[in-house]
């Protein structure tokens, strides 16, 4: 099972970034999904969660209303859409699939079992 995040990069601030990450090895059409980051010197932290069927959606403070969370079952892909963005979102981004199937979008970091490399966002003021 692998999990391929992609799309970070270098923006400055107010730009926007979409972000995806692509599972292989199995689906993961029956499982929650969620986007974390970690920046310098921070502990990782969730961002998003979507559910399992992509009806439920979780976003933290900061981003909400700026980020979108989405996931296309038949590509086995989860996104995140990231607008007016700030020197603040600057981080690794990392995406992850629950543990078990048919999960709700419960910010709970410890459910999530699966875990993508990290793609780095770079926001410059």
């Known amino acids: 099972v692998q999990l391929q995040a992609s799309g970070g990069g270098l923006v400055q601030a107010g730009g926007s970034l979409r972000l995806s990450c692509a599972a292989s090895?199995?689906?993961?059409?029956?499982?929650?999904m969620g986007w974390f980051r970690q920046a310098p010197g921070k502990e990782r932290a969730i961002v998003a969660t979507?559910?399992?069927?992509?009806?439920?959606?979780y976003y933290v403070d900061s981003v909400k209303g700026r980020f979108t969370i989405s996931k296309d079952n038949a590509k086995n892909t989860v996104y995140l859409q990231m607008n007016s963005l700030k020197p603040e979102d600057t981080a690794v981004y990392y995406c992850a699939a629950d543990s078990r199937p048919y999960g709700s979008s419960w910010p709970s970091s410890s459910r999530f079992g699966s875990w993508g490399q990290g793609t780095l966002v770079t926001v410059s003021s």
């Open positions: 979507i559910n399992w069927t992509g009806g439920s959606t």
């Open positions: 090895g199995r689906s993961f059409s029956n499982y929650a």
